[in-house]
């Protein structure tokens, strides 16, 4: 499906397969020199060589070939498809040959190439470390290079560091040797074959823990210097990991060895360079007596979704960015099984219900995108890196292994892998692995699934099934909502009975099932469900019988249904009654996110009655709960607790849910699974001195999770605009660069508070552009699709980010306008129901 000839990719004239890398980072400066050797074979005569170079300073390209060397007497930069292009007098002939560039670079500070990261320790000194994020383009940022991922070749990385500082690369360490100077030199192993995006290298104060050998693997938790006792729970998931992929997969780890390093300023979640794992902190770094068990879960979590890529994506590697999704989406539904396993009684299965539904509220509007699509500019890439890539994706994943059988689609999967090893794949090559072992018609299957938008509405009728496109509502122009699917529908009875497969499509379909029948059965599939109004009341008296996944699902579904005006809000409620006592925090936050929402829409004067109806159905969740561990309650039961007292504490202002909250705060007794909820709480009473009390337990927070809960989550609670606008300038002048867009585009979605701050970032706009990383832009939109109470202000709104887009974010950016316009219209159609 790539444009052909792309101008974005690179002749295939001359093809690289082995690197010699030499760096020297200095940093205190904050810059770094280097020299690559690059061993190529030269497919036809040349007089130029192109390869990718940005923000660079290049020295002249020698090619030595049988003896003879040829050196170029200048070379053009293209800005464009950032590539140098170097001349040479003499033609270069065809064979084997060696590729020498100098260059200088600038050690900067956007998140990207070689870039530097500074952590200011307990004794109050600043320390400087180097790093690398090379996904998805800018490897060519930190030396010269064929940029692509079909360009695979081995990595053998040289750097000359300060002797007091640590270094790490993807290999094992070879050499180290001592200059004299202060300073080392460090070699490491060649990689094995693979593409540039993979290659890591890291410097400075960091200390490790003891490698554990994993079936021959040194496996390592690297650390700024102080952390070591945050390591444990990274350490031993992924020595669960890397036992449980090679099992699964039936290939050996890949890498010599396995790193994972915490990095101070990081962009995303973490990186999966082979061998040489980057995280943000608060994905790796976790105190395990103190946090909550979520945030136990997204460590463990973050680190399986890392090592899966050791094999998919490292070993075997899409041929082009449009099949990155792939990579992501597999790494995401593999991570939820591997943990899944590590720790049946997290239950992550039902947990994953709740991002499949976020992507769904996304996939939802005309303005989705297919799961794939043509990829011609780095650009277009990084409108992949999204919830429709990683959740939506991995639940069409998750879906086909049920439809096919567990074991079934594992042995696809390894038939794949094999034979795809150490070499570059399209999607279709997948899914013939997949047909040859199923027997079943995974490509037509898939194909609708990922060539198009949308995901249908599945209906019950009269013992009938059909599909039909689902919506928000009317389109407003174009929609990227597709027509039909190929949809693996699983049902049954609840009265007993095996579980029936069924596929989908434009023809309806007959049951089976003695009613009562469940239509996403295991709740697995990527669609929204529908009962006639016989069937959904014989299901809610029965709701207690579906199985865990299944009630969440069905919460997720009548929400969407409510959103879109299909359903009423009494229609919901009687859904959201019929959790009774569970003990299942998926479903209790998707009801308290819909009373939120609904409180959000309603007039001053309509609210106290969805109040009152609130406190009705939380209420008796927390005098069934209270404020403390009840003996013998699950692991998940505080989260339920939690999410109880964030209602009753925020929605319905509850006197003693206050004072609760409150005493707790003052006496620092804000920990574990009831934290966000006592900040939320707290905030939202807006007491004087709380918010420099938030600030100063932010700034002096001895964990990640404890600096997130106070600056993500706990500034944009405040019900003030001066507090907001503070926090905001904040992520100009203080806080860290990989933080400030996410906390600006939290704190815009404050009811109170956050048009003005919209406002004040709109009024710093190209600051904005300017100051924080590239790939954090489309953070700063994520409170557009709250303002949903005033429709002139939503017109501006839109207008302004039309006007402004986002480069390689604006698809994003458009979904957040039309969930606003959705947002409006809800508006309108509740309050004429609390009339």
């Given at each position: 499906?790539?444009?052909?000839?792309?101008?974005?990719?690179?002749?295939?004239?001359?093809?690289?397969?082995?690197?010699?890398?030499?760096?020297?980072?200095?940093?205190?400066?904050?810059?770094?020199?280097?020299?690559?050797?690059?061993?190529?074979?030269?497919?036809?005569?040349?007089?130029?060589?192109?390869?990718?170079?940005?923000?660079?300073?290049?020295?002249?390209?020698?090619?030595?070939?049988?003896?003879?060397?040829?050196?170029?007497?200048?070379?053009?930069?293209?800005?464009?498809?950032?590539?140098?292009?170097?001349?040479?007098?003499?033609?270069?002939?065809?064979?084997?040959?060696?590729?020498?560039?100098?260059?200088?670079?600038?050690?900067?500070?956007?998140?990207?190439?070689?870039?530097?990261?500074?952590?200011?320790?307990?004794?109050?000194?600043?320390?400087?470390?180097?790093?690398?994020?090379?996904?998805?383009?800018?490897?060519?940022?930190?030396?010269?290079?064929?940029?692509?991922?079909?360009?695979?070749?081995?990595?053998?990385?040289?750097?000359?560091?300060?002797?007091?500082?640590?270094?790490?690369?993807?290999?094992?360490?070879?050499?180290?040797?001592?200059?004299?100077?202060?300073?080392?030199?460090?070699?490491?192993?060649?990689?094995?074959?693979?593409?540039?995006?993979?290659?890591?290298?890291?410097?400075?104060?960091?200390?490790?823990?003891?490698?554990?050998?994993?079936?021959?693997?040194?496996?390592?938790?690297?650390?700024?210097?102080?952390?070591?006792?945050?390591?444990?729970?990274?350490?031993?998931?992924?020595?669960?990991?890397?036992?449980?992929?090679?099992?699964?997969?039936?290939?050996?780890?890949?890498?010599?060895?396995?790193?994972?390093?915490?990095?101070?300023?990081?962009?995303?979640?973490?990186?999966?360079?082979?061998?040489?794992?980057?995280?943000?902190?608060?994905?790796?770094?976790?105190?395990?007596?103190?946090?909550?068990?979520?945030?136990?879960?997204?460590?463990?979590?973050?680190?399986?979704?890392?090592?899966?890529?050791?094999?998919?994506?490292?070993?075997?590697?899409?041929?082009?960015?449009?099949?990155?999704?792939?990579?992501?989406?597999?790494?995401?539904?593999?991570?939820?099984?591997?943990?899944?396993?590590y720790r049946p009684q997290w239950k992550l299965w039902v947990r994953f219900g709740a991002d499949r539904d976020a992507s769904l509220q996304i996939d939802g509007?005309?303005?989705?995108?297919?799961?794939?699509?043509?990829?011609?500019?780095?650009?277009?890439?990084?409108?992949?890196?999204?919830?429709?890539?990683?959740?939506?994706?991995?639940?069409?994943?998750?879906?086909?292994?049920?439809?096919?059988?567990?074991?079934?689609?594992?042995?696809?999967?390894?038939?794949?892998?094999?034979?795809?090893?150490?070499?570059?794949?399209?999607?279709?090559?997948?899914?013939?692995?997949?047909?040859?072992?199923?027997?079943?018609?995974?490509?037509?299957?898939?194909?609708?699934?990922?060539?198009?938008?949308?995901?249908?509405?599945?209906?019950?009728?009269?013992?009938?099934?059909?599909?039909?496109?689902?919506?928000?509502?009317?389109?407003?122009?174009?929609?990227?909502?597709?027509?039909?699917?190929?949809?693996?529908?699983?049902?049954?009875?609840?009265?007993?009975?095996?579980?029936?497969?069924?596929?989908?499509?434009?023809?309806?379909?007959?049951?089976?099932?003695?009613?009562?029948?469940?239509?996403?059965?295991?709740?697995?599939?990527?669609?929204?469900?529908?009962?006639?109004?016989?069937?959904?009341?014989?299901?809610?008296?029965?709701?207690?019988?579906?199985?865990?996944?299944?009630?969440?699902?069905?919460?997720?579904?009548?929400?969407?249904?409510?959103?879109?005006?299909?359903?009423?809000?009494?229609?919901?409620?009687?859904?959201?009654?019929?959790?009774?006592?569970?003990?299942?925090?998926?479903?209790?936050?998707?009801?308290?996110?819909?009373?939120?929402?609904?409180?959000?829409?309603?007039?001053?004067?309509?609210?106290?009655?969805?109040?009152?109806?609130?406190?009705?159905?939380?209420?008796?969740?927390?005098?069934?709960?209270?404020?403390?561990?009840?003996?013998?309650?699950?692991?998940?039961?505080?989260?339920?607790?939690?999410?109880?007292?964030?209602?009753?504490?925020?929605?319905?202002?509850?006197?003693?849910?206050?004072?609760?909250?409150?005493?707790?705060?003052?006496?620092?007794?804000?920990?574990?699974?009831?934290?966000?909820?006592?900040?939320?709480?707290?905030?939202?009473?807006?007491?004087?001195?709380?918010?420099?009390?938030?600030?100063?337990?932010?700034?002096?927070?001895?964990?990640?999770?404890?600096?997130?809960?106070?600056?993500?989550?706990?500034?944009?609670?405040?019900?003030?605009?001066?507090?907001?606008?503070?926090?905001?300038?904040?992520?100009?002048?203080?806080?860290?660069?990989?933080?400030?867009?996410?906390?600006?585009?939290?704190?815009?979605?404050?009811?109170?508070?956050?048009?003005?701050?919209?406002?004040?970032?709109?009024?710093?706009?190209?600051?904005?552009?300017?100051?924080?990383?590239?790939?954090?832009?489309?953070?700063?939109?994520?409170?557009?699709?709250?303002?949903?109470?005033?429709?002139?202000?939503?017109?501006?709104?839109?207008?302004?980010?039309?006007?402004?887009?986002?480069?390689?974010?604006?698809?994003?950016?458009?979904?957040?306008?039309?969930?606003?316009?959705?947002?409006?219209?809800?508006?309108?159609?509740?309050r004429a129901q609390f009339t």
């Open positions: 499906m790539t444009t052909d000839p792309n101008p974005y990719r690179l002749a295939r004239v001359v093809i690289p397969s082995a690197y010699r890398i030499f760096l020297t980072p200095d940093l205190s400066t904050f810059t770094f020199t280097g020299r690559v050797e690059i061993d190529v074979e030269v497919h036809q005569p040349i007089t130029e060589l192109t390869l990718h170079a940005r923000d660079l300073k290049l020295g002249a390209a020698t090619v030595s070939r049988q003896g003879t060397s040829y050196r170029s007497h200048d070379h053009r930069l293209d800005e464009t498809y950032e590539t140098a292009t170097f001349l040479f007098d003499q033609e270069i002939p065809a064979g084997p040959a060696v590729v020498e560039i100098a260059f200088e670079g600038v050690l900067n500070d956007q998140l990207r190439g070689f870039y530097r990261s500074q952590y200011t320790d307990d004794a109050g000194v600043t320390h400087t470390i180097a790093t690398t994020q090379f996904e998805n383009t800018d490897a060519r940022r930190a030396f010269p290079c064929w940029d692509e991922p079909a360009f695979k070749a081995t990595y053998q990385v040289n750097l000359t560091v300060p002797s007091d500082l640590a270094v790490y690369s993807n290999s094992p360490e070879t050499a180290n040797t001592d200059l004299g100077n202060g300073q080392r030199s460090v070699s490491f192993a060649p990689t094995m074959v693979m593409s540039t995006y993979l290659v890591a290298f890291v410097v400075g104060p960091f200390d490790e823990t003891a490698p554990v050998d994993v079936d021959g693997v040194p496996l390592r938790v690297v650390f700024p210097r102080g952390k070591g006792h945050l390591t444990a729970v990274a350490l031993e998931a992924g020595e669960f990991a890397l036992r449980f992929f090679a099992d699964y997969f039936d290939i050996a780890y890949p890498g010599d060895k396995l790193d994972m390093i915490a990095v101070p300023d990081f962009a995303a979640g973490a990186m999966e360079n082979l061998g040489c794992i980057t995280y943000r902190e608060s994905a790796l770094l976790v105190d395990s007596a103190q946090a909550s068990l979520p945030e136990i879960e997204r460590v463990a979590e973050v680190v399986a979704h890392e090592i899966a890529h050791m094999w998919f994506g490292d070993l075997v590697t899409m041929q082009w960015w449009e099949g990155i999704w792939l990579n992501e989406a597999f790494a995401t539904f593999m991570s939820v099984l591997c943990v899944d396993a509007l005309h303005a989705t995108r297919p799961i794939e699509y043509e990829v011609v500019s780095p650009s277009d890439t990084r409108g992949m890196f999204d919830l429709l890539t990683y959740e939506k994706g991995g639940s069409v994943l998750r879906m086909l292994e049920q439809f096919l059988g567990a074991e079934t689609f594992r042995d696809g999967i390894r038939v794949y892998l094999k034979r795809h090893m150490y070499a570059n794949t399209v999607t279709t090559d997948l899914w013939d692995a997949l047909e040859e072992v199923s027997r079943q018609p995974v490509r037509d299957m898939m194909n609708s699934w990922i060539l198009q938008g949308g995901h249908p509405l599945i209906s019950l009728s009269q013992g009938t099934l059909h599909q039909s496109p689902f919506a928000y509502g009317a389109a407003r122009g174009a929609s990227a909502i597709g027509s039909s699917w190929y949809a693996p529908v699983l049902t049954r009875s609840l009265n007993g009975g095996e579980t029936h497969r069924h596929l989908l499509r434009d023809e309806p379909i007959k049951v089976v099932d003695e009613p009562p029948v469940v239509i996403n059965a295991g709740g697995s599939g990527v669609f929204r469900s529908r009962y006639d109004t016989p069937e959904l009341a014989t299901l809610t008296a029965r709701f207690g019988e579906l199985d865990e996944l299944e009630r969440a699902t069905h919460v997720a579904d009548s929400w969407a249904l409510l959103l879109s005006n299909q359903i009423s809000w009494a229609d919901f409620l009687s859904v959201a009654r019929g959790l009774g006592d569970v003990d299942e925090p998926t479903p209790w936050t998707a009801v308290a996110g819909a009373f939120d929402y609904v409180h959000r829409a309603l007039t001053t004067q309509q609210r106290p009655a969805l109040v009152a109806v609130a406190r009705d159905v939380f209420a008796p969740q927390f005098r069934r709960l209270s404020w403390t561990k009840r003996p013998g309650e699950s692991e998940l039961a505080p989260q339920v607790r939690a999410t109880a007292i964030s209602v009753l504490g925020a929605l319905v202002e509850d006197p003693e849910i206050q004072s609760g909250a409150v005493e707790r705060f003052e006496a620092g007794a804000v920990e574990g699974d009831l934290a966000r909820a006592i900040l939320r709480v707290v905030a939202h009473q807006n007491r004087p001195g709380d918010y420099e009390t938030f600030l100063e337990r932010y700034r002096s927070a001895v964990t990640p999770q404890d600096a997130q809960r106070y600056q993500w989550y706990g500034l944009s609670e405040f019900p003030d605009e001066s507090v907001a606008l503070d926090a905001a300038e904040k992520c100009f002048s203080e806080f860290r660069n990989q933080d400030s867009a996410i906390v600006l585009g939290l704190l815009t979605r404050n009811a109170t508070s956050g048009p003005a701050v919209w406002r004040y970032v709109t009024g710093r706009w190209a600051d904005a552009m300017a100051r924080f990383p590239e790939n954090s832009h489309v953070r700063l939109t994520l409170g557009l699709s709250t303002f949903i109470t005033d429709a002139a202000f939503a017109d501006a709104v839109a207008d302004f980010h039309t006007r402004n887009p986002i480069t390689g974010g604006q698809r994003t950016v458009e979904q957040e306008i039309e969930r606003m316009r959705v947002g409006v219209a809800f508006t309108r159609a509740i």
